[in-house]
């Protein structure tokens, strides 16, 4: 790892150019510790703490309205050795109040301190698909979805041809820090889906894993042996409200699976490693940058959130958004994002006109969609509809960035007392 921080040291300075916020090469080295030494939780109790339990317990401890979040990209006892450690030296109260800031993204269970975070600390926000630590059912698990596709057997429907060697040695193994990519022997890389939701697209899925995004789509139960509800796949097969996404892949056809959640992302996302790699050699002059959008006046990157009545049109509008790279011409396409966001709630019947310009017209049908068995179990009250706009530049790579729009449609008799 001191070997890849010392390469990134090396390309900071271009870095600088094409973006703020870079950490210096010494910020980084002084972030680096070995966890616990042994497997699982048979590692894990008073006085066997390590260097990264100590350093999340410091960091646990900081006051801050951000919630932190965890990336857990192998066993999680030195996040177990963290978590009893800072219950062993702080009260009930204050130890709720420094788990209720956490945020875990566990790439399946790859010790027993998973299973044992979850029933100690109930209230710890977790995303998992909780699996035996041997990896004898990884091949279900959504995070494969970034580039399983041929070892595991689950993709079908994905673009391969961005997560090969061909693909790296083109777009990634070039420069003195790109030269550190290493080579694969199984898939290209499986850890990274609890790091992608958090770069900053305009998805915002960070915000709830049901919303869905380039880390993919989960949603909020209790697994079979878990004590809790925590962020998980499956769902309600029979409402259609589950982790999976419907999607159209690159033989033209329609796919249903965990693991769609993440693939249909890809093109964006690899596009956007290889853009940011590009950085590392090139100015900002001769480098490709997201285009920056603005929906309804608003800018950034944040949800733009409407609430609206079975009838209405909507009117949103791109105008403003541009792109930071001169003469490049940006491409529009707004597309209903039926899966999203329906924990607490239904989806929304919505439709849009003109999906493919700078303007769209939202024309929202009811507060329920129709079931696909039609008039079993009706349903009642408020839903929802996410809108995704995705404005994509022309440059070399292409990059893509996104703004969500969330409609919440009210129920019919509530809207006749407005």
């Keep these: 790892m001191h070997k890849i921080v010392e390469a990134y040291g090396r390309v900071r300075h271009n870095l600088m150019l094409n973006a703020k916020g870079w950490p210096t090469e010494r910020e980084l080295n002084s972030r680096i510790f070995s966890g616990q030494p042994g497997y699982g939780m048979a590692d894990v109790g008073a006085g066997k703490d390590s260097p990264g339990a100590r350093a999340l ?94 070892y595991y057997r689950n993709c079908e429907g994905a673009d391969t041809s961005v997560v090969t060697h061909k693909w790296l040695a083109a777009n990634i193994r070039k420069g003195p820090f790109g030269k550190m990519y290493p080579d694969y022997e199984f898939i290209m890389e499986g850890d990274t889906p609890s790091f992608l939701g958090l770069i900053n697209n305009g998805l915002d899925a960070y915000l709830r894993p049901d919303w869905g995004g380039w880390g993919g789509r989960y949603v909020w139960l209790q697994p079979y042996g878990e004590t809790h509800a925590i962020w998980t796949q499956g769902g309600d097969e029979f409402f259609r409200a589950t982790s999976q996404d419907r999607v159209t892949g690159v033989d033209g056809r329609v796919h249903v699976s965990d693991q769609a959640t993440i693939w249909r992302w890809r093109k964006a996302f690899q596009n956007d490693f290889a853009a940011r790699m590009d950085w590392t050699m090139e100015d900002f002059a001769h480098a490709n940058h997201a285009p920056e959008l603005v929906v309804n006046g608003q800018g950034g990157t944040a949800p733009v959130e409407i609430t609206a009545s079975a009838g209405q049109k909507i009117e949103l509008d791109a105008r403003g958004s541009h792109d930071p790279d001169k003469g490049q011409t940006l491409r529009y396409q707004w597309w209903v994002y039926p899966e999203a966001g ?69 129920a019919e008799k509530a809207a006749k007392h407005d």
Excluded at 118 to 124: A, G, N, S, T
Excluded at 352 to 361: E, I, N, S, V
Excluded at 373 to 400: K, N
């Design 57 to 150: 317990v410091h960091v646990m401890e900081r006051k801050s309205r951000r919630p932190l979040w965890i990336c857990i990209w192998a066993g999680a006892n030195t996040l177990a050795q963290a978590l009893l450690d800072i219950r062993l030296s702080h009260t009930p109260e204050e130890t709720q109040e420094i788990v209720s800031r956490l945020r875990v993204y566990s790439i399946s269970d790859q010790d027993d301190a998973g299973p044992w975070i979850r029933k100690q600390f109930p209230e710890l926000d977790y995303i998992v698909t909780p699996s035996m630590p041997n990896s004898s059912n990884y091949y279900l698990a959504t995070w494969t979805g970034i580039s399983g596709d041929r």
């Design 342 to 410: 329906l924990d607490g709630t239904h989806g929304a019947d919505v439709s849009l006109l003109h999906a493919t310009g700078m303007k769209t017209q939202v024309v929202v049908h009811s507060a329920c969609r129709p079931g696909w068995i039609p008039g079993v179990a009706p349903c009642r009250g408020a839903g929802v509809a996410h809108i995704i706009l995705q404005v994509t530049d022309d440059g070399t790579p292409q990059m893509t960035s996104y703004r969500r729009v969330i409609v919440h449609v009210r």
